[in-house]
């Protein structure tokens, strides 16, 4: 008869469960004080752990992750998880372990934050500007980066749509954690209001809810943050200007005359406030009606590469007009998510690296 060789110890259920992460915090629960208790009798072992919130719409992932690590260790039968809630003191704790400082300032703007944020304009709307700014987040998320997405496009509120996020962000202790898909954290105005209602919103009010997206929302260490400007030259651009000095911006426009004309102003603008433009990137820039085929180019052509020179900076990267590009946005699926060896996914990844090597 085999007799059991290894018991497992409380030091190895918790060494293994280091290895936990909050979905949402990305961080050991460990760490951040959510395991209560280890209970181990023989191969039996309990585990108690606190949620932030009752409702959590993740206890399952968590759950199971912590049965899974558990598991796989030596000398264990069983597991079984009980899921608390934290008190208000927890909480308060937890919030103070993740934002230090008298504040609870998101380091997101100190001058020294390792961040690159990068807003991406146009001149007017309907050029595309939403959809360059899910795909570039989710190329850069593949490539490796930790990526978020704020939201700022007050008119139209794409992102979320076209990313497939839903459902409204966790609150602990006031402080916001973003909704997570393909690897990319999102915060949208759309979120936490009415569509419909935000649009009626004036320069104050808009001021405020930007703000707050940067200061009270629970980014964790981004590489990356992006942020969908709405079209034009308005208040919350100048408001995300002056929040974020050391914001770059990119510039996306059609190659129209037109389009790269009111583009120009939105260059002109980061001109005035001392923001950098990085690059302009050309949407919409032909069409191909079969794969080899000579290009349509339905816009005209040279707009990109016109205002690039206006403004200085490099052409980043020409997109076709592709009826893909806007059944995946509709679906909430992106191109560069799941179709990336697609021709039209591998523009974007191109934009992502100019973008890196930067
Ligand atoms: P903006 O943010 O500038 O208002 P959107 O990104 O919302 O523009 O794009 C407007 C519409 O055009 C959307 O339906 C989108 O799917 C579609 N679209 C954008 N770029 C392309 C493209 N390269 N090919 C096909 N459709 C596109």
Redesign the pocket.
């Known amino acids: 008869m085999a007799a059991r060789s290894i018991a497992v110890t409380r030091e190895q259920v918790i060494e293994a469960l280091r290895d936990v992460m909050d979905p949402e915090l990305h961080k050991s629960i460990v760490e951040l004080n959510m395991v209560k208790d280890v209970e181990i009798r023989g191969g039996a072992v309990k585990v108690d752990a606190l949620l932030t919130i009752s409702g959590c719409p993740l206890r399952e992932t968590i759950t199971n992750s912590i049965r899974d690590k558990v598991k796989a260790l030596p000398g264990v039968d069983t597991v079984d998880v009980q899921l608390g809630v934290m008190t208000q003191e927890q909480r308060q704790a937890l919030v103070g372990q993740l934002r230090p400082g008298p504040q609870k300032q998101s380091p997101l703007l100190s001058p020294t934050s390792r961040t690159r944020i990068l807003t991406i304009a ?1 001149g ?10 899910t795909n570039l987040a989710v190329a850069l998320a593949r490539r490796g980066r930790t990526v978020g997405i704020v939201d700022a ?1 007050v008119y ?1 509120f ?1 992102i979320p749509k ?1 990313l497939g996020v839903n459902g409204k962000p966790t609150i602990i202790d006031q402080m916001i954690i973003p909704l997570e898909r393909w690897g990319v954290r999102v915060m949208s105005i759309g979120f936490m209001v009415d569509e419909n209602e935000a649009v009626m919103w004036r320069g104050p009010m808009l001021h405020k809810a930007i703000t707050t997206f940067l200061s009270e929302v629970y980014w964790g260490d981004l590489d990356d943050l992006l942020i ?1 400007l709405p ?1 034009g030259t308005g208040d919350v651009s100048l408001t995300i200007a002056q929040t974020l000095p050391r914001a770059e911006m990119l510039i ?1 426009t059609t190659p129209q005359e037109t389009a790269t004309g009111v583009a120009y102003r939105a260059g002109r603008m980061a001109e005035k406030v001392n923001t950098p433009v990085v690059g302009v990137v050309e ?2 820039s032909y069409y191909l009606p079969a794969p080899g085929a000579e290009p349509v180019y339905i816009f005209g052509r040279g707009g990109g590469e016109r205002l690039a020179g206006m403004v200085q900076a490099p052409l980043l990267g020409q ?8 059944e995946a ?2 679906r909430g699926q992106p191109v560069t998510a799941v179709s990336p060896d697609s021709a ?1 996914a591998q523009v974007f990844y191109g934009i992502a690296d100019a973008l890196l090597r930067k």
């Not at 007017?124 to 360059?132: D, I, Q, R």
């Not at 997109?319 to 806007?326: E, G, K, M, T, W």
């Open positions: 146009s007017k709307g309907g050029v595309g500007k939403s959809t360059v700014t496009d139209g794409s076209m969908d079209p996306v949407n919409m997109i076709p007009l592709d009826p893909a590009i806007r946005g509709d039209s």
